[in-house]
């Protein structure tokens, strides 16, 4: 890359999908961070109203000029052009918590329809949480406070924008590494935004249990879904021996991945099913947790005249004859899932 640019967005109303982008703040530099050029382009937006707080209170947010400013710029179509030659070349935006900046920009040009600007982007808050080890979100005031960096005026687009570049900078001078060099061993992997899909800015790391940082129950439940679709379009022995059989685990047993897709996929390829609905199983397997809610509607079942049988842990694996010998990547499992670009955030009907 050539050249950075960071760019925070403000809005009149807090709604991204009616034209409420009502400044284009920036700031441009080389990837030593030398800033070349900073301003805060002002919009006047689609709605009437700025509606920044409840009805008759103070507004939640200030922003950093008066309405009337705002309404006496330009509309976006008039910006675009402006706006446009920012990313072109070899350019890297970055930004701070910044799908919230691209669902705006691009919600702007689908008002005026205009082309989506295509460019790659870098989420510095989300470096700042890999730093921490957490999936907890940081705001730029309070990052920029723990960093040392100097902020402007809050919620004015240019000032926010050049907070954010100098948090990248003083992120790579702690970390003795250049931007280059952080996407180059995929410590993130830069998000796409182009005509069609967004691709998100991603942290491998946070993928990884092994470092600390737990993966979620939806990362857990993502991880077996996608390895029941592998076993099920693989080769199966549909008439063996769990031929009828509908199993389900105690929920607290999904929590623990590897043991579960071993159990689940040994059973899917004897001829079982699987499911997480209860009362649509006739194997259930019980774990420690008594509580578990499945266990609740299983016991329930039972009560009410239905067959199901309930084992052990070691009592499965004993019946499958141990459990298959499976190495899993999760990291490249979950990058892969949660990296699939969505469809471009476009004006909502």
Same mark, same amino acid.
């Given at each position: ?67 009337? !400013?705002?309404?006496?710029? *330009?509309? &976006?179509? %008039?910006?675009?052009?402006? #706006? ?114 967004? !691709?998100?800015?991603?942290? *491998?790391? &946070?993928? %990884?249990?092994?470092?600390? #940082? ?136």
């Amino acid at each position: 890359m050539t050249k950075l640019i960071a760019f925070d967005v403000e809005s009149c109303n807090g709604n991204p999908f009616n034209g409420s982008m009502c400044s284009f703040g920036y700031c441009l530099s080389d990837t030593d961070f030398n800033v070349a050029e900073q301003k805060d382009i002002l919009i006047n937006p689609k709605p009437k109203g700025f509606n920044l707080g409840r009805w008759g209170e103070e507004p939640v947010l200030k922003l950093a000029y008066p309405e009337e !400013a705002f309404r006496k710029s *330009p509309r &976006f179509y %008039d910006v675009y052009a402006e #706006i446009e030659r920012l990313f072109s070349g070899d350019t890297l935006a970055v930004g701070f918590a910044i799908s919230n900046d691209i669902r705006y920009l691009n919600n702007a040009c689908d008002l005026y329809r205009l082309p989506h600007i295509s460019f790659r982007y870098i989420d510095v808050q989300l470096l700042i949480k890999l730093k921490k080890l957490t999936r907890n979100d940081t705001g730029l005031a309070a990052a920029a406070a723990e960093y040392g960096v100097e902020i402007g005026e809050h919620h004015r687009s240019d000032e926010d924008a050049r907070a954010t570049l100098m948090l990248l900078k003083e992120y790579c001078r702690i970390e003795g590494r250049s931007v280059a060099e952080i996407l180059g061993d995929r410590t993130v992997i830069a998000g796409v935004n182009t005509q069609k899909s967004v !691709a998100p800015c991603l942290a *491998p790391l &946070f993928f %990884d249990e092994n470092n600390g #940082i737990p993966l979620t129950r939806k990362m857990k439940r993502i991880l077996i879904d996608e390895y029941c679709k592998e076993v099920r379009s693989g080769k199966r022995d549909r008439d063996g021996k769990f031929k009828g059989k509908t199993l389900c685990l105690n929920s607290k047993l999904e929590d623990e991945t590897d043991l579960a897709r071993k159990l689940i996929g040994a059973v899917l390829k004897r001829g079982g099913r699987y499911t997480t609905e209860a009362e649509n199983c006739n194997l259930f397997v019980q774990g420690d947790d008594t509580n578990c809610q499945r266990y609740g509607k299983v016991k329930k079942e039972i009560e009410n005249g239905k067959r199901i049988d309930t084992v052990g842990v070691s009592e499965l694996i004993d019946a499958l004859g141990g459990l298959p010998d499976v190495v899993f990547d999760d990291t490249a499992t979950l990058c892969r899932i949660y990296g699939k670009p969505t469809d471009s955030y476009t004006l909502r009907k």
